[in-house]
């Protein structure tokens, strides 16, 4: 596998190796000891998510306060999504700063997103299916979000021929300079 780090260099693209012929293709989506060793981290992953969305769909920004904060392994299966991280930790010198991958079924780019991290994603395609891997339990106690439009952030959404389309909690989580967040 291949990792590069982003601006922020604790959110990673991970690049699997992928063997393909006029067959199809086969790659490991995940191992966890090839995972630690390329991210420096001593991780497990405790929770797999999916989910479907159609073109347009924005989800997010989410994130869990400790001690249930979360770190997120995203994929796409199907599809094409523009993902993004934004640094909610009040401390770190990248707070507040963001970075977005396009993530889709033929390039199978992998973002590893840590815990202090806000996430969401905007379809690019007619229908996405999301796969993600957490490192702790859903919490909803500890579930807390960001404004996807927070112009401090500042995030540079890819433009689409209709609005985007939102749930009403991601419609109106509070901006960062309210939220609360990692200290």
């Not at 999504?81 to 909610?88: I, L, P, Q, R, S």
Request: hydrophobic share 40%; charged share 20%.
């Amino acid at each position: 596998m291949k990792v590069t780090p982003t601006a922020i260099p604790e959110v990673m693209v991970i690049e699997p190796r992928v063997f393909g012929d006029e067959r199809g293709f086969f790659m490991e989506s995940f191992n966890q000891k090839a995972f630690n060793e390329a991210t420096g981290t001593n991780l497990e992953f405790v929770q797999d998510n999916h989910s479907r969305s159609s073109r347009g769909v924005l989800r997010g920004l989410h994130y869990q306060l400790p001690p249930h904060a979360q770190g997120k392994l995203v994929r796409v299966t199907q599809g094409a999504v523009f993902d993004v991280a934004v640094d909610v930790r009040k401390q770190s010198p990248s707070f507040g700063k963001w970075v977005g991958v396009e993530l889709n079924s033929k390039n199978h780019k992998q973002l590893w997103i840590p815990p202090g991290f806000a996430h969401g994603f905007l379809v690019l395609s007619e229908i996405a299916d999301f796969l993600y891997k957490t490192t702790e339990y859903y919490a909803p106690d500890f579930d807390r979000g960001v404004l996807w439009r927070d112009s401090i952030i500042g995030i540079q959404w890819p433009k689409l021929e209709a609005d985007f389309l939102l749930s009403t909690k991601d419609e109106n989580q509070p901006l960062l300079s309210s939220a609360e967040i990692f200290v």
